[in-house]
């Protein structure tokens, strides 16, 4: 077996890494620090230099798979100047992202998650683009949807399209 060097600066990250992938692999409540520490040759103790206990290390993880997310939502979203291509294009990054990564995503909805900024943004110009009246509520309203379609992935069979016509059933347009 080839030992890795042990670089101080980099445990951290490497941690952070093995314990994502064990996630994804296995689900959090199987996210081990001993196996973590086994798998990169280092010491337990050294692992939790960095990571105190399992909790600090979900913490990590929780804040980087959320704006994981939030970032996927933004993706190629202004490749079109048109609302409704936009809020297309997000709920296909919200899909893909869930498709792909569906522990991951049913790790970070055990807690509330809040409405992104990018989908209010959106959402604000949806409307304004078909006349529609709205309220800063129709974002939470839109986000709460979605966060059900997420716990319904990748299971339920959901078409980008049927999620587009049930928002747009939510902003007030049928």
């Known amino acids: 077996m080839t030992k890795l060097p042990y670089h101080r600066q980099n445990l951290a990250v490497l941690i952070q890494q093995q314990a994502r992938q064990q996630l994804e692999e296995q689900g959090a409540a199987n996210l081990s620090l001993r196996q973590i520490a086994r798998f990169l040759a280092v010491t337990p103790a050294a692992v939790y230099r960095h ?20 970032a996927a ?7 079109s100047a048109d609302a409704t291509a936009m809020l297309q294009q997000m709920i296909t990054n919200l899909v ?3 498709t792909d990564h569906p522990r991951a995503v049913r790790f970070i909805l055990t807690t509330p998650l809040a409405a992104p900024q990018s989908l209010t943004t959106v959402l604000t ?7 529609l009246v709205g309220t800063a509520a129709d974002a939470t309203a839109v986000w709460t949807f979605l966060v ?24 007030g347009e049928a």
């Open 148 to 171: 059900g379609v997420l716990c319904q992935l990748p299971d339920a069979q959901l078409t980008v399209d049927w999620i587009a016509a049930q928002v747009d059933r939510l902003l």
């Open 125 to 131: 110009l949806v409307r304004a683009q078909r006349g």
């Open 73 to 79: 939502l933004r993706a190629n979203v202004l490749d």
């Open 51 to 70: 990571f105190p206990d399992k909790a600090s290390l979900l913490a990590a993880l929780h804040e980087e798979i959320t704006a994981e997310l939030a």
């Open 96 to 98: 893909t992202f869930a």
